[in-house]
């Protein structure tokens, strides 16, 4: 099975002055395009070529895992952001407060916890299997996927994401993340 970049959820163009396009063509056209390529490329001729992305994010090490799971971790950012995100419905709302102690506390906690992270990864909010919710952060390629916690929404910290944007200036690129960070998504990973 061939892996296909999957569409954006939204015109390059539209998360702008937050995201801006040239970030998208840099960040989808090229990272997250390689990402694809590179996991076709390892997995022609294997056994892996016949399992779905999640299998192998799951199951693989090495070059493999990490092109699978940029792979798969890219997608689930994309669709972390919209221009017209919403905002936690009443069951996230009340999951958030009852962590976190407020909104605006979770937001302070997942982005000092961002700013901390040393190199490259990600950021996630994430649910266990009783529904309370935790900020997990990655390194590199690592994810949520391979463990027990079902990831909400996530930022990616690479530099690659917000260079072009912000330099190096990672806390604003945190603070403009709350502009296009996609709730209604959340919502419907929190429920599901
Ligand atoms: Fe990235």
């Known amino acids: 099975m061939k ?3 999957p569409q954006l959820p939204f015109d390059p163009a539209a998360l702008e002055p937050h995201m801006s396009r040239e970030t998208l063509e840099f960040h989808y056209g090229k990272h997250h395009s390689a990402y694809v390529d590179n996991l076709n ?20 090490d090495g070059p493999v895992f990490n092109n699978a799971a940029q792979a798969w971790n890219h997608t689930f950012f994309w669709h972390s952001l919209s221009p017209d995100g919403g905002k936690p419905n009443k069951l996230l709302s009340e999951a958030i407060d009852a962590r976190f102690g ?20 990600w950021i996630w909010l994430v ?3 009783g529904g309370l919710l935790s900020i997990e952060t990655s390194s590199n390629a690592d994810t949520p996927l391979t463990g027990e ?7 990616d910290l690479w530099e ?6 912000y ?23 929190f429920e599901a």
């Open 41 to 60: 490329e390892l997995i022609k001729g294997t056994p892996q070529e016949h399992l779905e992305l999640e299998h192998i994010v799951r199951t693989a």
């Open 149 to 155: 916690n079902r990831p909400l929404l996530t930022c």
């Open 102 to 121: 407020s909104f605006d506390l979770f937001k302070n906690k997942f982005a000092t916890e961002a700013n901390e992270l040393f190199g490259s990864g």
């Open 127 to 129: 649910r266990n299997g």
């Open 160 to 165: 690659h994401a917000y260079y072009i944007d």
């Open 3 to 5: 892996h296909q970049l």
């Open 167 to 189: 330099r190096n200036a990672r806390p604003d690129f945190l603070k403009a993340y709350w502009n296009i960070a996609n709730w209604e998504f959340a919502n419907r990973n």
